[in-house]
């Protein structure tokens, strides 16, 4: 620029930011959260715990799994004496269909699931599968409790 040009007319670098923009898509965003986080469902976690039963039920099934993936089905009665479980080998095929003759219609007799620590989640998961879409309502695991 030639010395000749006044001083107002010369053009100044814009060194300031303008700030409203930036606060007007902050309170969109902000407003656009506010909206949206009730619809959002929170999620519920029922952990189960772990405790001693009030009285043990009368009749229990046990589903055991060792480590050859051996499937035995144990059926004990709070009436009878210990040591008289009825005891049958099963397949992944038949257990299910066991499992319902042993109890007998009555869908509160509960179905507990043992299994040898080494084998895969996966077993566990299948059997307890099979017998939900059975129909088995209350299937269980066996835990040992730590020392």
């Known amino acids: 620029m030639s010395s000749s040009t006044p001083r107002s007319m ?3 670098t814009m060194s300031d930011i303008n700030m409203v923009p930036f606060i007007d898509v902050m309170l969109v ?3 656009i959260f506010m909206v949206t986080a009730p619809l959002m469902a929170p ?3 029922d952990i189960p715990t772990v405790g001693k039963a ?3 039920p009368e009749q229990v099934i046990t589903v055991e799994i060792d480590k050859k993936l051996k499937l035995m089905v144990k059926s ?3 009436s009878h004496a210990p040591g008289t ?3 049958q080998a099963a397949t992944m095929d038949n257990v299910a269909a066991m499992t319902l003759q042993l109890q007998a219609g009555n869908a509160a007799t509960p179905v507990v699931i043992s299994a040898d620590k080494q084998i895969a989640y ?3 998961v299948k059997l307890m599968d099979s017998l939900q879409r059975a129909g088995v309502q209350r299937v ?3 835990v040992q409790l730590s020392e």
């Open 10 to 12: 010369r053009r100044r």
């Open 43 to 45: 999620s519920v976690i």
């Open 140 to 142: 269980g695991l066996s």
């Open 76 to 78: 004990r009665s709070a």
């Open 29 to 31: 965003l902000l407003i």
């Open 85 to 87: 479980d009825v005891k």
């Open 122 to 124: 996966e077993n566990v």
């Open 54 to 56: 009030s009285a043990a």
